[in-house]
Nanobody, 124 residues
Framework: QLQLVGSGGGLVQPGDSLTLSCTAS????????IIWFRQAPGEKQEGVSC??????????DYKASVKGRFAISRDSAKNTVYLRMNSLKPEDTAFYLC???????????????WGQGTQVTVSS
């Protein structure tokens, strides 16, 4: 069964960059769309970015507030999906987690598997 682990979070200053990793075991991530979600304290969980399964068109999708700043990518050899976050703002502070949808295409808000996430804090 697919298992996901998110990592790479930490404390950074506004304007800095950070790269999150979503690493899989039990199956190949090439068969799944990967969606990054985030949730800030007292707020609802929201989708941040998505990348389609590797056998499809490779389409990606981003929440409007992160377009041009965040980039999602896939490294099949490492069975990992990355979320590169540039020009970070305090509003990006949240708990980030990755999720997978079998042969999913982006955009999508659905997922079959959910991973344990990582905290991102942006503060001066």
């Amino acid at each position: 069964q697919l298992q996901l682990v998110g990592s790479g979070g930490g404390l950074v200053q506004p304007g800095d960059s950070l790269t999150l990793s979503c690493t899989a075991s039990g199956s190949t991530l090439d068969d799944y769309a990967i969606i990054w979600f985030r949730q800030a304290p007292g707020e609802k969980q929201e989708g941040v970015s998505c990348i389609s399964h590797a056998h499809a068109d490779g389409r990606t999708d981003y929440k409007a507030s992160v377009k041009g700043r965040f980039a999602i990518s896939r490294d099949s050899a490492k069975n990992t999906v990355y979320l590169r976050m540039n020009s970070l703002k305090p509003e990006d502070t949240a708990f980030y987690l990755c999720a997978a949808l079998w042969f999913g295409s982006c955009p999508t808000d659905s997922a079959d598997f959910w991973g344990q996430g990582t905290q991102v804090t942006v503060s001066s």
